[in-house]
């Protein structure tokens, strides 16, 4: 089964939908909770991503019996420096994003923590792709 979903940069009022409607798909396809848990994580973290980060990008989530691929691809500013990125507390959100409570810096190490397999590739001026796989117990 497949689900793609459409994010908008800085669409805070619908930030986390997707991965909302990725858990509800999760259940009724009775994946293993801590499958569930880790797969949502990230699903979650890289949705936030793309509306603090990008103009706009998509989510898509591939659900087998066997494992979970989430899928982030946005246009946007890039990353320059993946390995800094993935440091805990590293961000580049603006001071706004951080007001409201994001941007605090864990959302690719949480990604990475929860991820069995994980590809990052990004372009400065043109945006990412995270690809995260999570293998059904």
């Known amino acids: 089964m497949q ?3 459409q994010v908008k940069g800085m669409d805070f009022s619908r930030a ?3 991965a909302t409607k990725i858990k509800k798909a999760l259940q ?3 994946m293993d909770p801590a499958t569930m ?6 699903a979650y973290e890289a949705e936030m991503n ?7 990008g998509t989510l898509t989530a591939n659900i087998t019996p066997h494992k979970v691929e989430i899928i982030a691809e946005d246009v946007g500013p890039g990353i320059p420096d993946i390995p800094l990125a993935m440091q805990e507390g590293y961000s580049t959100a603006p001071p706004h994003i951080r007001e409201m409570g994001f941007g605090a810096g864990m959302g690719l ?3 990475k923590k929860s991820a069995d397999e994980l590809d990052i590739q990004s372009e400065v001026n043109k945006g990412t792709k ?3 796989a999570v293998f059904n117990n």
């Open 28 to 30: 009724l396809a009775g």
């Open 130 to 132: 995270l690809w995260a």
């Open 37 to 42: 848990r880790k797969a949502i994580i990230i």
């Open 109 to 111: 190490p949480n990604i």
């Open 3 to 5: 689900l793609k979903f």
């Open 16 to 18: 986390g939908q997707a």
């Open 50 to 56: 793309i509306v603090i980060h990008a103009y706009h």
